[in-house]
């Protein structure tokens, strides 16, 4: 394609971006404004005009993002001249420089990158070398501390002499980090080892020791562009600078309003002051937003204005007009599941969308289950992108497998999978010796277990002990398979089990996830006691249970790419992709902010992130909450997000007589006050959340703040029944065609009461949770005004 010819399909603010090359400049490019088109072009520019391909070099973020750019730049400059450019993620380019410089930094060229798996067995292995407890030094905590330090460029030495790392360590209770970090890398290098991070922290050593040669790849690379530099870290950025700030010629191209990675490292110092640090650097600006409505755009715009650590600008669409943001109220995060699945439903039927067209983000794991369950219950075919599906996930099969033991401990694959997690020292030859004793004798490795001798296992007493120490465990849950309902006995195995214990040892992101999603197992557990329960069955056992999860384990398994379906993800997961109908759901304060963001940076970086979620959407944007979720042992009633106040309301349809702003201001007591007093509940319930969560001694979250009713609930009382009668006494007249509003389905209406007494039912039909059928002895709602 000619030169002129590619240029005309640039608008004027790309065009400039494009064409100054004579010193550092800063692209902020908004929200679907072109970011990957400048770039592709201003390479093939570059190209164009004197550069040959190998003086280029481009820093992308993912191999995915360099292999689709370098193919839009073949298909400008042609494919023998784009092959030659220097192009790909930091790790993937300075792994080359490294292999090179090798010798000079004391490797061989040959060295070996570790993966995070390898890193982790060798820190495994200098914790046992160094006799102390990995359940105290767990290695994936370790690994995390190591990492933040070499992407801070602070090395053994330096740690080891920092106070305040020193301070950090005791209060975390691992005051012998440093020593592990020294000796890891002495380990590494010793075994001609090289990390992920360790490719950035030898890189920037083997310029600053030896400027000869950052001299020679300033040189070489005439020209450098970074893209997505608001997801730099401290070690990328230095390393930038070390190349560039001779001949200055860089072009680094980001928004600021999407830094959301701080977690991974990622400093949005590096974009907010990339002006300051080149001084001469020329700021441009890509506004125009070619990927969303109008409304999208300018309610996008409102929210993000109220953060201060910034660069200003301001995002246009020249897109149709589209429709006001629908903000959804819930009762609860079962009717916010129904809520979005109906619409997608709408959208597929009447809109002419396909189920791929739809997006469900969220702000943690954990949240997928809600809307999974909801999707499968219409038959709405979905998928998780970048993750396992709820019932997939590794700490989620240890729990149901444990769960599976106590109502059936014959069960072979969950007693492997179990024996030693959490480990308590039996090792796989151990177990080999169950399962030759057990298919000799053709019986259950729990009968094996429960008489070794019999079965002609020969063990030492250390390891015998350690067995029945195993079976004395199990068999306490399979006497409480029968008796205990479910949520109380699925309670007691994850206490016990110490799967508790084990993932609460720390909290770095992937433990964190994995404790929300134990959360929201227990969680799940509640609904189908409560679900049951209500609709008269009186002994809700832990094998119902697995009844009914086994289906959805099930249907996990069943795949077929041919089919459209819709997407459920993080908000996280879903930077630099689009759909035409997103869902942003759990929009409560504790939730989204989450209770860790506790200052003003970060909750900036939070507000971003719902910025990242909005702009995912070209046509249709949806946002909801619930105003109680069952969260750590018990029902929370929150108020809705802060963000939802921070967009205009002029973007906005939000729900009848909803209040935001005020809501948010009034703050904690009412609803939850009015909930507690009018909701109808049994007066004994083995599973209430009433007592000692199942969390505690563990690190419980903050409370999240309580909701503030909408609209006035009043209990059932003497205007419409005597005082001294209970929901169940009511007559047939009383309550059939009432409007009611119920604690977890949200608004419906009484079609019919049938049966007498304790059996007494009310067949509701729900605005969003569709037609179900009530016993009015266990029934919490309430009759409306």
């Not at 004027?12 to 400048?38: C, F, H, W």
């Not at 009713?709 to 047939?732: E, F, H, T």
Request: proline content about 3%.
């Amino acid at each position: 394609m000619a030169e002129s010819c590619y240029l005309d399909e640039l608008n004027e603010s790309q065009r400039k971006a494009v064409l100054y090359n004579d010193g550092p400049m800063l692209v902020i490019a908004g929200a679907g404004s072109g970011k990957t088109r400048v770039l592709t072009y201003k390479i093939a520019y570059l190209l164009d005009h004197g550069y040959e391909p190998w003086s280029v070099l481009a820093l992308t973020f993912t191999n995915k993002a360099a292999r689709e750019m370098k193919e839009r730049i073949a298909r400008q400059v042609g494919i023998n001249r784009a092959r030659y450019l220097w192009m790909g993620t930091f790790h993937s380019i300075f792994s080359r420089i490294l292999r090179m410089e090798a010798e000079k930094i004391g490797f061989t060229s040959s060295f070996t990158i570790y993966d995070s798996a390898d890193s982790k067995s060798l820190i495994k292995a200098i914790v046992k070398e160094l006799q102390l407890d990995d359940k105290v030094y767990k290695p994936g905590m370790i690994q995390s501390r190591i990492s933040n330090a070499k992407n801070h460029l602070v090395s053994p030495q330096a740690y080891a002499a920092s106070a305040e790392m020193r301070e950090a360590d005791k209060a975390a209770k691992i005051p012998l980090a440093g020593d592990i970090y020294l000796r890891y890398c002495e380990r590494c290098r010793q075994g001609n080892a090289m990390d992920f991070d360790d490719l950035l922290v030898y890189t920037y050593r083997l310029f600053r020791e030896h400027p000869d040669v950052c001299k020679g790849y300033a040189a070489k690379f005439r020209y450098v562009l970074v893209d997505e530099y608001q997801d730099t870290n401290y070690a990328q950025h230095c390393i930038v600078l070390q190349l560039t700030q001779e001949h200055r010629r860089i072009c680094v191209v980001g928004d600021d309003a999407q830094s959301i990675y701080s977690f991974r490292g990622a400093n949005i110092d590096n974009i907010l002051n990339f002006t300051r640090q080149y001084k001469d650097a020329l700021l441009f600006k890509l506004e125009q937003n070619y990927r969303s409505t109008q409304t999208i755009v300018k309610a996008a715009n409102s929210l993000i204005e109220k953060n201060r650590q910034q660069i200003q600008k301001n995002v246009f669409s020249e897109n149709d007009k589209g429709e006001p943001i629908p903000v959804s109220c819930a009762y609860s995060d079962v009717e916010e599941g129904e809520i979005v699945a109906n619409k997608i439903v709408e959208l597929h039927r009447r809109g002419g969308y396909a189920y791929h067209d739809c997006a469900v983000l969220y702000r943690t794991n954990a949240q997928s289950r809600i809307f999974e369950e909801a999707l499968r219950r219409k038959g709405i075919p979905y998928q998780v992108y970048g993750g396992l599906s709820f019932y997939q996930r590794k700490e989620i099969k240890d729990v149901i497998a444990y769960f599976r033991l106590a109502v059936n401990p014959n069960d072979e694959e969950a007693f492997k999978r179990v024996i030693n997690y959490p480990a308590r020292g039996i090792g796989d030859t151990t177990l080999n010796k169950l399962v030759d004793a057990a298919t000799k004798q053709h019986v259950s490795l729990w009968e094996v277990l429960n008489e070794p001798l019999a079965y002609g296992l020969s063990l030492n007493k250390g390891t015998a002990a350690k067995l029945q120490a195993f079976r004395d465990l199990i068999a306490g849950f399979v006497s409480g398979a029968p008796e205990k309902d479910a949520y109380t006995l699925g309670q007691d195995i994850v206490r016990r089990s110490g799967i508790i214990n084990d993932i609460y040892q720390d909290r770095t992101p992937e433990n964190l996830s994995r404790q929300e999603n134990i959360e929201e197992l227990i969680s799940g557990i509640h609904d189908f006691c409560s679900d049951r329960e209500e609709e008269g069955d009186s002994h809700i056992l832990l094998a119902d249970y697995l009844s009914e999860v086994s289906l959805l384990t099930d249907q996990d398994g069943e795949k077929d790419d041919n089919v459209s379906k819709v997407t459920l993800m993080t908000i996280h997961s879903a930077k630099g992709l689009e759909f035409p109908n997103v869902f942003v759901v759990g929009m409560e304060e504790g939730l989204f902010p989450g209770i860790s963001a506790d200052n003003p940076r970060s909750l900036e970086e939070e507000r971003r992130l719902f910025y990242v979620a909005i702009t995912r959407a070209e046509s249709h944007c949806y946002l909801s909450y619930a105003k109680s979720r069952f969260r750590y042992g018990k029902m929370e009633f929150g108020n809705p997000s802060r963000f939802l106040r921070d967009i205009d309301t002029k973007f906005l349809c939000l729900p009848a007589g909803e209040q935001l702003a005020r809501q948010v201001e009034i703050g904690a007591g009412r609803f939850r006050k009015e909930i507690a007093g009018g909701f109808r509940r049994p007066e004994v319930r083995s599973y209430d959340t009433g007592g000692p969560s199942m969390f505690d001694g563990g690190e419980m979250p903050q409370e999240p703040h309580r909701f503030v009713a909408p609209r006035k609930l009043r209990k059932i009382d003497s205007s419409s029944v005597p005082a001294s009668s209970s929901v169940g006494q009511m007559s047939g007249d009383s309550l059939e065609g009432k409007h009611i509003e119920h604690e977890r389905f949200g608004r419906g209406v009484v079609e019919k009461v049938e049966g007498a007494g304790d059996n007494r039912k009310a067949t509701v039909r729900f605005e969003n949770a569709g037609v179900k059928q009530l016993l009015l002895k266990f029934a919490r709602f309430k009759v409306c005004e």
